[in-house]
């Protein structure tokens, strides 16, 4: 099974295609979009729309991992990221991909056994998981990274309608 992982933004959206066979995991691609700051929004969410286009037809993933906004601290950054979100959903939609939702607090506890584990234990549980010592340097596509990997440990899941 390919799972494609998604950690959205307005900024950055982290993404990553992992294949998911005999409880081995392999991480096919990974990256990220970023826009510009300073653009108008709707140009940046066209840019998220076109580039995610790109990478599902490319890649053809089975099912896709997202993150769930459920809290914000900062109220300036919830709406773009929801909007991101939600141009990044249409495009599973067009695609007719099964799309699973994961909150930060459940990767980390899937992946750490705690929910409140920083960023570095959650790095170190992505390297055991894929079996190698290098990842990206982005954050975003760390976390893509691990969404998709906490998919395939959560097996009760169920797709969110879109």
Known sequence: MKILGIDPGMAIV???????????????????????????????????????NTIIDKYRPDVCAIEKLFFFRNRTTVMPVAHARGVILTVLEKFCIP?????????????????????????????LALECNDLPKLDDTIDSIAIAICHTRSFSAQPIMV
Do not use: W
């Not at 409880?23 to 096919?28: C, E, F, S, T």
């Not at 799309?99 to 170190?124: I, S």
């Open 99 to 127: 799309v699973y939702e994961y909150t930060p607090m459940e990767v980390k506890q899937v992946l750490t056994g705690y929910g409140r584990a920083d960023k570095k234990e959650v790095e170190h549980m992505v390297k």
């Open 14 to 52: 982290g993404y990553s295609l992992i294949e998911f066979e005999d409880d081995k995991i392999k991480l096919i691609t990974s990256g990220s979009i970023q826009t510009a700051k300073g653009v108008r929004e709707s140009a940046r969410l066209l840019e998220i729309f076109n580039d995610m």
